[in-house]
């Protein structure tokens, strides 16, 4: 409890006023169950999954430092029903606003860092896309690669751009030392992206799924997503009629689509990050982009409760094995029987997250391109 009561100094509790319906919350809601932070700091060793507001938005160019973002979230949030209770959840109130949003940065990463190595699942109301660089250097802290996966119409390397949040991405994927061994961009939109851009991100081996792919074949996202430990969440990759607070695009994934993705994360068993960002309130009409937020947070405890059920890879009679060759190269494919999920087999003798498409291919003789770019990174 002792390191817990240290993070509590750069926190504000949860502001019962501000997000409470003016009635108590009815048994069977989340807001009726959830452990929270407002007059004293929750114990946490019971706890899987921790919701930590960080209203900071100044990376953005807004002057105002401090958004109420992660209150009109919780709002929506509580006001849900709790299917979920294998899993336990605990809400520790929001980020104290630094004088400079460098300072919120700092604070940002010293909890999460705190709170992943204690093995809590963080999901980040944010706030501007920029804090994902705190959520990053949470991990970086701990001197070991990870994967990286953003969902976002733009692909923040935005050089020319006087704001953080357009331009975070190149501290993030090439600042030294780098802790990023790969990184996935879910949802870009291509005619907000600049063509030599994806030139760039495919010579550094790092995977785009521009958003008509992602629509079309969304479970192929699956394990993209698996694969990944931190995982961030752009409301911009959500068209305007799904998330009014979205002014990005008019384009983009639905809000379903959006849920699915976070689903996702929320099946995973290395996601241990999740930054929900891009939320200007001011913007929002009738609160339906808290209401979608709420609903993906929802939907990463549905994953959560659903991926705990699934079996060790070592578990052999909980998975299905099947043993392919394609272009002269045997390797093995598993699928779990619980799931359905899939696993791949590489030269190496690791098993890296797959789909059933890859098999299909493989099958066929054909070399799956995620096989490919996983033997190119090595």
Known sequence: ??????????????????????????????????????EDFPDLDEIQMVLLGCGEQRGSGLIHGQSNAPDKIRREFYSL???????????IGNIKTGSLYTDSYAA???????LINDGKTVIILGGSHDLTLAQY???????KAIEASCV?????????????????????????PNYIRHYNHIG?????????????????????FRVGSVKENIDEMEPVIRNSNLFSFDISAIA??????????????????????????????????????????????????????????????????RGRREAALDEKDSFNEYH????????????????????????????????YKDYLLASSNEIPERWLRAQERG
């Not at 006023?17 to 009726?32: L, T």
């Not at 029903?81 to 809400?91: G, P, Q, T």
Request: proline share 3%; with cysteine; charged share 20%.
């Open 1 to 38: 409890m002792a390191d817990y009561l240290n993070i509590s100094d750069f926190l504000i509790p949860v502001n019962i006023r501000a997000i409470s319906h003016d009635e108590p919350y009815k048994d069977g809601q989340i807001g009726y169950s959830i452990s929270s932070y407002h």
């Open 81 to 91: 029903y709790y299917w979920h209770h294998d899993i336990k959840i605990a809400d």
């Open 108 to 114: 940002l990463k010293t909890v999460v860092h705190e």
């Open 137 to 143: 250097n949470a991990y970086a802290e701990n001197k």
């Open 152 to 176: 976002d119409a733009l692909i923040d390397l935005d050089l020319n751009s006087l704001f953080h949040h357009e331009n975070f991405l190149m501290e993030m994927l090439t600042g030294e």
């Open 188 to 208: 870009f939109q291509s005619f907000y992206v600049h063509p030599r851009m994806l030139e760039t991100m495919d010579k550094l081996r790092f995977d785009c």
């Open 240 to 305: 305007h009629a799904y998330a009014p607070a979205s002014i990005a695009s008019p384009n983009g994934l639905n809000g379903e689509e959006a849920c699915v993705l976070m689903r996702y994360a929320g099946l995973s068993p290395n996601v241990s990050s999740v930054g929900i960002y891009g939320y200007d309130a001011q913007h929002d009409k009738d609160d339906l982009t808290a209401k979608q937020i709420a609903h993906m947070v929802w939907y990463m405890l549905d994953g959560r409760s």
């Open 324 to 355: 392919t060759a394609f272009a002269e190269v045997e390797t093995t494919f598993l699928q779990s029987r619980k799931t359905g999920r899939w696993w791949m087999q590489l030269p190496d003798k690791r098993f890296i997250a797959c789909s």
